[in-house]
């Protein structure tokens, strides 16, 4: 009998996939790698995921379309690796009489240590001054500010959130937490406010939330009147939790000072995206979670969860 095949369309997992064979073997699956950068179209998911009885998803669109798809052919059950669950419609899934689960929990320090790099860099402009030296021979040394006795505005206070909330308040800062869901955590002292009040106040804003209608656009052209002029904004969130249109103007006017992004609206980042011209931003490529301990942690439980799922648990 012809074991499950699943199919795996997640980079970071991708990236490793030759270490994740035996795990596979052992449940009793095999694997298809998909060829992929960041995403697959819409498209390319209709040609491929109909043909797996299990989906190890990145941040693929699985739309009703595609599950519907997926639900004629082999489909039988998808584990969404990683946090996010923006782009699964888990309503098709569920609808469907498809099992599917994501993987919570699982990143909160290692995308804390990326926001907290990345808001370092900004305050201190050390990537603008690598830059300089490295491609224009020069010699920079640019006044950056210190993290100490600096407030933050941070805005999502989950496992990310409170992870760079600690990570902050090591360095000195203060934090203003932003969630309607807050829950304090023991050790993690913060001040917390509805958005967007006291923006004013920050000198640094930091995006850790989830995207949902609620977030989507929260940065757009109506806060930027709110904003401390010279603020520096940092998200390892969800590209569209930033209107790019208001961070633009926004970075035009001055009123920010520079952005650190490691997710867009539109990934990957176009070779003609006028954020480009901004020499004091910091980019990075929707890569907040991937390092190699989580990718292995992570892609072990997303195996695991498919194999319990199609009753091939070893």
Request: net charge negative; hydrophobic share 45%.
């Amino acid at each position: 009998m012809a074991r499950p095949n699943i199919l795996v369309t997640c980079p970071p997992m991708l990236g490793l996939i030759d270490e994740f064979a035996e795990r596979f073997d052992k449940n009793g699956l095999d694997f298809t790698p998909a060829k992929v950068t960041q995403i697959l179209s819409e498209e390319e998911l209709l040609d491929l995921v109909p043909n797996h009885e299990g989906w190890i998803i990145g941040d693929d669109p699985a739309t009703r379309r595609v599950v519907e798809a997926a639900a004629k052919g082999k489909l039988k059950a998808a584990v969404k690796w990683g946090v996010g669950v923006d782009n699964v419609d888990f309503a098709a899934f569920r609808d469907l009489g498809l099992p599917v689960e994501n993987t919570p929990g699982v990143f909160g320090g290692e995308v804390a240590d990326v926001a907290l790099t990345y808001l370092l860099g900004l305050a201190r402009e050390t990537y603008f001054i690598d830059r300089d030296i490295r491609f224009n021979n020069g010699w920079p040394k640019p006044s950056g500010i210190s993290v100490a006795g600096r407030t933050v505005a941070l805005v999502g206070f989950g496992d990310i959130g409170s992870q760079t909330a600690k990570r902050i308040i090591a360095c000195g800062g203060k934090v203003i937490a932003y969630d309607p869901m807050y829950k304090p955590v023991a050790g993690i002292d913060v001040e917390t406010a509805p958005w967007p009040a006291r923006l004013d106040e920050a000198d640094f804003l930091v995006f850790t939330c989830p995207l949902n209608p609620a977030t989507k656009h929260m940065f757009n052209r109506d806060i930027i009147g709110k904003l401390k002029p010279g603020v520096r904004v940092v998200n390892v969130a969800r590209g569209p939790v930033i209107e790019e249109a208001a961070l633009l103007d926004a970075l035009e006017k001055g009123v920010v000072h520079s952005a650190a992004l490691d997710v867009f609206e539109v990934e990957p980042l176009a070779p003609d995206n006028p954020l480009r011209k901004f020499d004091r931003c910091i980019f990075g490529s929707h890569n907040g979670s991937n390092s190699a301990d989580a990718v292995r942690r992570v892609s072990h439980i997303a195996i695991e969860k498919i194999a319990r799922f199609l009753g091939k648990a070893a």
